[in-house]
Each structure stands twice: as C-alpha cells, then as structure tokens.
C-alpha cells in the first residue's frame, strides 16, 4: 500500500493525493496526517485531490472526518481541486462535506487557509 506524502510548508501541511484512494490508503492518511499536526504544530492543512477521478461515500466521510480532525488539533483545513465529476458524485451520494472548506487550486486554496488563520488569532 502506498502512503499520501505530507509535505511541510511553513506552520502549513500539504497533502497532495497522487494516487487511487482505497479505505485503508485513507485511515492510514487519517493517522499520518493526525500525527504530523501534532509534531509540527500545524496550523494549517491543505488537501489537493487534483488527480482524485472518483470518491465513494467512505472517502467523502473521511474527508470531512479529517477536516473535523485537523480542526480539533487546532489546524484549519482546506481541500483543494475538487473535479466537478467528483463534486457530482459527493452531492449525488448526498454528502455535503459539512464544515469542509474547498477551493478551485491550490493558490486559492492557500489565500484562503491565509485568510482564515488572519481572522483568527
């Protein structure tokens, strides 16, 4: 099984999934990315599914249960690159991925993650 790698930016995470999402890949990036929060003292977690093709409803729960995660450990998260053909199935599986902020890129997803953490001392 391959690992999602998490990137260090700053006091930023980036998590760019380069690979076909099974139900472990994503409990196994759950903890990973649990763990890196708290040993860099994150602030903030983007997650780029850019090359993400499909989701099922396990992983768009795990999305937004990772997002609730991360905000637990005092790290914003947004996710970046949504395909409309995935933004379809999620809403279609009915999932609305409540409290999970998006963004188009990766740019925007940062300007937002940027915005969000001013706001908020």
Do not use: W
């Not at 890196?36 to 768009?60: P, Q």
């Not at 991925?97 to 998006?102: A, D, E, H, K, S």
């Amino acid at each position: 099984m391959q690992r999602v790698p998490i990137l260090k930016l700053g006091d930023v995470l980036i998590v760019s999934i380069q690979i076909d999402l099974e139900d472990q890949s994503v409990l196994v990036l759950q903890e990973d990315l649990a763990d890196a929060v708290v040993a860099h003292g994150a602030r903030g977690v983007i997650i780029d599914i850019t090359a993400v093709e499909i989701v099922d409803s396990f992983i768009g729960r795990m999305l937004a249960t990772i997002a609730a995660m991360c905000r637990m450990l005092d790290a914003q998260t947004v996710v970046v690159g949504m395909r409309p053909a995935v933004a379809i199935t999620l809403v279609e599986l009915g999932l609305s991925l409540g409290g999970v902020r998006t963004a188009l890129n990766l740019e925007k997803g940062v300007a937002l993650l940027d915005h969000i953490r001013g706001a908020t001392p």
